[in-house]
Each structure stands twice: as structure tokens, then as C-alpha cells.
């Protein structure tokens, strides 16, 4: 059973774990994933002391806009809003976020911008950047990133609205070669894509991402300031699979400049894109070595 908080865009629904007076940590998920990408973290954060809330992000599970007009942005600068007001609707303090992928970004956002509720970040398997349409990609990362660019096409809109689980599948298994996820994992996930605003905010975060689309008025003032990026103000540890698919190893090296407070990079080897489900302890760990 999902609790529920409002914000100001958002009814957002969450899962609650651990000790009641446990320190908070709040685990965000990526694209395309959901809250149960931390279930093999939480028995060791449990155990740790930790309370864990795991929100769902805009337009996954049981997240809901509170308006029907409000623009489905999937914009990072979007993302990092509704993180912040999330810890601020719960009243969280003292609090350590982790992130994967999209989490991740967001988690950066707030590092950098909002940071008062917030002590430390792991941010896994996404780099802190800035996505100007004017800079160069690298052609091994361009390659990657195919999916992205596939959904300015109307053959790839469609793909996210008629075909959702086995365009996520084929990702799922490029992303991580060699892990073998269990069926019943992947479905689980991907009930939350049935949300009924995942297309869109999915299409245009993309689009967004690259200069194709613009973004919500509502977080320019959030964009505009990420557009040379601001250092993170927390401690943080990035932590990456040496063999992720989509954004590669090397997109989280020779970063330190970004971060203002104690920084930590850790390679995770023979682990893809999903160090949460592929390598659950090491997760933990990273999470509790910036608490400690």
C-alpha cells in the first residue's frame, strides 16, 4: 500500500521502510525502472538504522498531476523540483539521497540548488552535466544514446505508447550484457509504465535533453541555472557499472571540478546499468559510507 503527498504539481506516491526514527534516506528511481529497483537495498539500510522513502517519479505507478492542464515535462530541471519539493512536503531533514539514472539527475539538481534538507548523494549511473544542443557527443556515446534520439521520430513515439515493455526489454538486456534479470522483476517495473502520462514525459525528456523541445516555463528559472552547471554542495559518491550500455564509464570521469564538498567516484566492475538490482550490497554500502 502507497502513501500519498501533495506538492504543488504532483500527488506523488511513495513507499515508506524501516525504523520510524531510522535516519532518512530517500531512493529515487530511474527510467525505465521503478521504486522496486531498491528492493535487494533495503534489508541492508534496515538493518543499518535507515527510514527509506522511495518516490515514484512523475509519470510512473500511482504519481499523479494535480492538474490536467499542467504541461507533462519530463524536463531534468522538472525532475529536480519535484525532488526538493517532495523532502519539503514530508518535512525530511538530515537527509541522504540516492538516485539512479533519472534519480540521479535530480538528485544533482537538488545537490546544487536545493540542498538545505539534504546531506549527501549517491548518484549512480548518470554523470552531472549539462546538455547544451551546441556541444559535441562523442560517437561511441551518440551510439549509445540511439534511444533518445529514436523518440524525435514518429516511429519511436509510437514505440513508447504501443510497445513500451519490449522497447524497455531490448534496453534492459544492451544496457547490462551478461545480467540475467528474472521475467517476474521486469514486469513488476514495468506495471508502472502504464501510468498514463509515461509516454509523454518520457518523449519529451528526451526531446528536451536535446534541444528538440521546449521545456515547461515553470522550471526556466531551474534551467537557466543549470545551464553552466553549479557545483553540488553535499558530499556525494557517484557510482557506476564498468560495463553499462547507456551512459558509459567514462561519462563520470574527470568530474570533481562540479563538486564543491568531499567527492568519491567508484567503478563497480562486470556490473551494467542497474548497479540497484545487479549489485544490491554495493549499493548499500556506498549509501552507508556517506552516512558515516
Known amino acids: 500500500m502507497n502513501d500519498y503527498v501533495d506538492t504543488a504539481a504532483l500527488r506523488i506516491a511513495y513507499d515508506v521502510s524501516g525504523p520510524p526514527d531510522g535516519r532518512p534516506v530517500v531512493a529515487v528511481h530511474g527510467w525505465p525502472d521503478d521504486i522496486h529497483c531498491w528492493d535487494g ?78 546531506n549527501a548523494l549517491v548518484a549512480i549511473s548518470a554523470g552531472y552535466s549539462t546538455n547544451r544542443p551546441d556541444s559535441a557527443v562523442p560517437y561511441p556515446l551518440a ?46 517495473a514495468a506495471e508502472a509504465w502504464d501510468n498514463p502520462d509515461w509516454a509523454e514525459i518520457t518523449v519529451h525528456a528526451y526531446l528536451h535533453r536535446w534541444g528538440e523541445a521546449p521545456g515547461d516555463p515553470a522550471y526556466q528559472d531551474i534551467e537557466d ?8 554542495r553535499v558530499p556525494a559518491l557517484v557510482l557506476h557499472g564498468e560495463r553499462d550500455g547507456d551512459n558509459r564509464a567514462g561519462t563520470t570521469e574527470g568530474q570533481e571540478g562540479l563538486f564543491a564538498g568531499p567527492y568519491e567516484r567508484v567503478l563497480l566492475p562486470g556490473i551494467g546499468h542497474f548497479p540497484p538490482r545487479e549489485a544490491p550490497r554495493a549499493t548499500a554500502d556506498a549509501i552507508q559510507h556517506l552516512m558515516s
Request: with cysteine; glycine share 10%.
Open 41 to 118: 537495498v533495503l534489508p541492508y539500510l534496515h538493518r543499518a538504522g535507515c527510514r527509506v522513502y522511495r518516490p515514484y517519479l512523475r509519470g510512473f505507478g500511482p504519481t499523479r498531476f494535480r492538474s490536467a492542464d499542467r504541461r507533462r515535462s519530463g524536463q531534468i530541471g522538472a525532475l529536480g523540483r519535484d525532488l526538493a519539493d517532495f523532502t519539503e512536503a514530508l518535512d525530511l531533514h538530515d537527509v541522504v539521497v540516492a538516485g539512479h539514472d533519472w534519480g540521479a539527475r535530480a538528485g544533482y539538481v537538488v545537490g546544487a540548488l536545493f540542498p538545505d534538507r539534504i
Open 225 to 232: 541555472r543549470l545551464a553552466d552547471p553549479p557545483p553540488v
Open 143 to 188: 551510439h549509445a544514446y540511439w534511444y533518445e534520439w529514436y523518440m524525435a521520430t514518429a516511429r519511436g513515439r509510437r514505440a513508447m505508447t504501443e510497445d513500451r515493455r519490449g522497447f524497455c526489454r531490448y534496453l534492459w538486456t544492451t544496457w547490462s550484457p551478461g545480467w540475467g534479470f528474472a521475467d517476474a522483476d521486469f514486469d513488476q
